[in-house]
């Protein structure tokens, strides 16, 4: 295989930076918008740089438009989505990928087709379940799915569970520890570069999660940030810069939570394999 020249490697990387710069230009507007003079950001020429900053579109967002319970509200609810689904994906793939029983295959086949149903096919028979149950305008729907575990995490983990030696679960069974251990002290630990990655994807889906929080809760002191967002601009008359500034406080926690976790989050993806 030739290797590409000088011109056309530049050539990609021109092309990838024009394409990265176009891509920030949505979001330094946001920040930018988010700093300025309330009625300034329709002005001709655009402000780009805005001067002074008015932090006070934050302070305002934060305390008068209640982020900060909101805040509060999608941390609650984004760790307990996390530490269910993470927990629950690694132990049903666990028992998928180590022990032989009759109908394994089918279970998993059974799992796997579930992905392909669009979600609002199981809305609204969902919706009522949780409805006969009493637990609209609560968090229930929101968590309780998660200890269930998700078909695309149990898929991820049992693949990188295939990807593991069998030996090492005879070995320690000869030793005498039971399957739980096993599964604790030893597969997990290695496991950690794919549970990093279906950490990082979990947080961002229960973090951006809107139409969920917007089908079951209806009390406003239960709103998390994307709903909060959602209903912003009619408590805020539509100013647009305290909308932005809403927007730059719902997106900084996936922004940190990627750039600190990318490194477990490729090598996660890239240690799964296709093993069948």
């Given at each position: 295989m030739t290797k590409p020249s000088a011109a056309l490697l530049w050539t990609a990387y021109l092309v990838l930076g024009i394409g990265a710069v176009l891509m920030l230009i949505p979001f330094l507007y946001m920040i930018s918008t988010s700093l300025m003079k309330p009625g300034n950001e329709l002005t001709l020429p655009p402000e780009l740089i805005p001067d002074p900053f008015h932090w006070s579109n934050y302070k305002n967002v934060w305390l008068e438009v209640n982020f900060f319970r909101y805040t509060l509200n999608s941390l609650f609810v984004t760790v307990l989505d996390l530490v269910g689904m993470v927990f629950s994906c690694a132990l049903v793939a666990y028992g998928l990928a180590f022990f032989q029983f009759r109908g394994r295959n089918l279970i998993f086949l059974a799992m796997l087709g579930t992905m392909m149903l669009p979600s609002q096919i199981t809305m609204i028979p969902t919706y009522f379940i949780w409805k006969n149950l009493g637990a609209l305008d609560t968090y229930y729907p929101l968590i309780l799915r998660s200890f269930l575990g998700g078909a695309f995490g149990i898929f991820l983990l049992h693949q990188f569970f295939r990807t593991l030696p069998k030996e090492l679960y005879d070995a320690a069974w000869v030793d005498g520890a039971n399957p739980w251990r096993i599964f604790?002290?030893?597969?997990?630990?290695?496991?950690?570069?794919?549970?990093?990655a279906l950490a990082?994807?979990?947080?961002?889906?229960?973090w951006n999660n809107t139409l969920e929080p917007l089908i079951y809760l209806q009390s406003k002191d239960l709103y998390t940030l994307p709903l909060g967002l959602l209903f912003l601009k009619n408590e805020v008359n539509n100013r647009m810069t305290l909308i932005m500034a809403g927007a730059v406080i719902t997106i900084i926690p996936v922004l940190l939570v990627f750039l600190f976790a990318q490194k477990y989050f490729v090598q996660g993806v890239a240690s799964t394999g296709l093993k069948g």
């Open positions: 604790c002290t030893i597969y997990l630990p290695l496991a950690k570069p794919a549970l990093s990082v994807f979990t947080f961002i889906s229960a």
